[in-house]
């Protein structure tokens, strides 16, 4: 029996269960590359040798990886093996860890069952995403359904040439906050387009894998999930209702009367259903599940979300990769000291068939082109006339109004959120979509 691994973890990020349970899995698979089973040394560690009997497995730890745990709530991690023997020996590739929550907290089990789930359909991802140099899929998971201690899933950062062990993890949201000041202009812009293009990578699974095709849909309904069931009276939206009501007009910035947003999702309700193209899709395609390597090349991470979110739906829409990312750009990310009148001007851009109209505002301008080339790149998926006020700008206001009700306390620029939200409305009213 080959040594005990010796994980080498900052202990502020992990309980006690949850520590044993990455110990007991990392040893489990360093056990299983002894013995050559599965696929996992082509996976993981392609240089890896039999004689390795002290290896060690390195945590290291960015923004969210590592940091606060997802929506699910399970803790993201980022780690390698590493050969404590044998020093010029390549390191594995990296791999995100993902771990749930220790028995007893708070959506433990549910948390627990996700990642089973996720490691279940795998094996229809590795179909769906096939160049898998651009994604980190799931490859083994170690837990069992009804047990109670933490599920550990395992998802390498495949890399088509060595060194495999010399890829830089960073976030793409490192580029895009008050924080990527640290870098210099030219080179955060060129990394920040990059982001764009990993978009393209999901162009088989939005389109051709799948043999895509239009469906008539209650965009509400479909769009349930990511708005946050803002339609209701959970906690995180009462502010929202106590601050715009149920009346038609509200009156908001510049004292000025606005479309009230829940009478506009009121109204899509209503309006039954939208010819909408369907695919397969990542699900939560943020700056925070984009890290970059090295060589600053984007991979695409957590693809917990990459599976129907409820039974039956076999398909989603694949414009709501691309919105949610636009969401981003225009509010989530933004720097706390952008100007007002900036902001104004930067939502008067809102239709998909019009080229942006620049502000001078640096952040501003960055965004807006960011966005002009994912419109672009999202055209070429949709690959057909549509109507591009119902296939985008609907989603993107129903995404964005789901985004400010849940996490706009959590953003530099809430009233952004909420101003970009207004003008949606605003938008999707003058249109006479609703």
């Not at 990392?26 to 390795?52: C, R, V």
Request: charged share 25%; with cysteine; proline share 5%.
């Amino acid at each position: 029996m080959a040594k005990r691994l010796k994980v080498k973890l900052e202990t502020k990020l992990l309980l006690p269960k949850q520590r044993k349970a990455l110990q007991e899995a990392a040893d489990e698979l360093y056990n299983m590359m002894q013995n050559g089973e599965g696929n996992f040394i082509s996976k993981i560690w392609p240089t890896f040798n039999e004689n390795i009997t002290t290896p060690s497995l390195h945590i290291e730890t960015l923004n969210r990886l590592g940091g606060e745990p997802g929506r699910t709530g399970n803790l993201v991690l980022a780690g390698r093996f590493v050969s404590t023997k044998y020093k010029d020996m390549l390191p594995s590739r990296p791999m995100i860890i993902k771990i749930s929550p220790e028995p007893g907290m708070e959506g433990a089990s549910k948390s627990r069952k996700w990642l089973l789930d996720e490691y279940k359909a795998s094996e229809n991802l590795y179909d769906q995403f096939s160049d898998s140099a651009h994604f980190a899929l799931p490859v083994w998971v170690h837990g069992k359904e009804g047990g109670r201690n933490p599920v550990v899933l395992w998802a390498p950062l495949e890399s088509r040439n060595p060194p495999y062990g010399n890829i830089r993890l960073q976030q793409a949201v490192d580029f895009m906050t008050s924080s990527s000041r640290l870098y210099f202009e030219d080179e955060r812009e060129k990394i920040l387009y990059r982001i764009i293009s990993v978009t393209e990578n999901l162009f088989e699974a939005h389109c051709v894998r799948n043999k895509t095709h239009r469906e008539e849909v209650n965009i509400i309904n479909h769009y349930e999930w990511e708005l946050r069931k803002t339609l209701k009276h959970v906690v995180w939206v009462k502010a929202w209702k106590n601050l715009w009501g149920n009346k038609e007009k509200v009156v908001d910035f510049d004292r000025k009367d606005w479309p009230n947003p829940f009478f506009i999702c009121k109204k899509l309700y209503e309006k039954v259903s939208f010819p909408l193209r369907m695919g397969h899709i990542h699900g939560d395609l943020h700056p925070r599940n984009i890290v970059f390597s090295k060589d600053e090349t984007p991979r695409i991470i957590d693809f917990g979300w990459a599976r129907p979110v409820k039974r039956g739906d076999s398909l989603q829409h694949i414009i709501k990769d691309f919105v949610l990312l636009e969401a981003n750009f225009r509010f989530m990310t933004l720097p706390p000291f952008l100007a007002y009148e900036s902001m104004k001007h930067f939502n008067k851009w809102l239709s998909i068939e019009n080229d942006p109209v620049l502000t001078g505002d640096r952040e501003c301008d960055l965004r807006m082109n960011l966005i002009y080339r994912l419109r672009n790149i999202a055209k070429q998926h949709v690959g057909d006339s549509t109507n591009w006020d119902v296939e985008y700008i609907v989603p993107l206001f129903l995404v964005s109004f789901g985004l400010l009700t849940k996490h706009s306390c959590n953003a530099d620029c809430s009233w952004a959120a909420r101003y970009t939200v207004l003008s949606l409305a605003d938008y999707i009213k003058e249109k006479n979509i609703v």
